[in-house]
Nanobody, 112 residues
Framework: DVQLQASGGGLVQPGGSLRLSCVAS????????MRWLRQAPGKELEWVSS????????SYSESVKGRFIISRDNTKDMLYLQMNSLKPEDTATYYC?????RGQGTLVTVSS
């Protein structure tokens, strides 16, 4: 079965950076497009970014475009999200997702 575990979250000041990681197992990672999602406290789940199977094409929500970078390493079955210029409104639990599955998230808190 699909297993996804995100890590790398924490408390960061506005303007700071974090790199999230996601380890995947239970499916053919290298042939599966991947996504990052997030859910802020009291809000609905929101799509953040997607990447194709080889990392050649990516897309971002307007709220993170130009600040976040999604990447993957198919040799390690790993997905990443580099988050720069973080804002308080980026505070959320971040999840990696594959197909219809969403793994355990990692909490990112942006606060001074």
């Amino acid at each position: 079965d699909v297993q996804l575990q995100a890590s790398g979250g924490g408390l960061v000041q506005p303007g700071g950076s974090l790199r999230l990681s996601c380890v995947a197992s239970g499916f053919e990672f290298s042939t599966t497009p991947m996504r990052w999602l997030r859910q802020a406290p009291g809000k609905e789940l929101e799509w953040v970014s997607s990447i194709d199977t080889v990392g050649g094409s990516s897309s971002y929500s307007e709220s993170v475009k130009g600040r976040f970078i999604i990447s993957r390493d198919n040799t390690k079955d790993m997905l990443y999200l580099q988050m720069n210029s973080l804002k308080p409104e980026d505070t959320a639990t971040y999840y990696c997702a594959a197909r219809a599955a969403r793994g355990q998230g990692t909490l990112v808190t942006v606060s001074s």
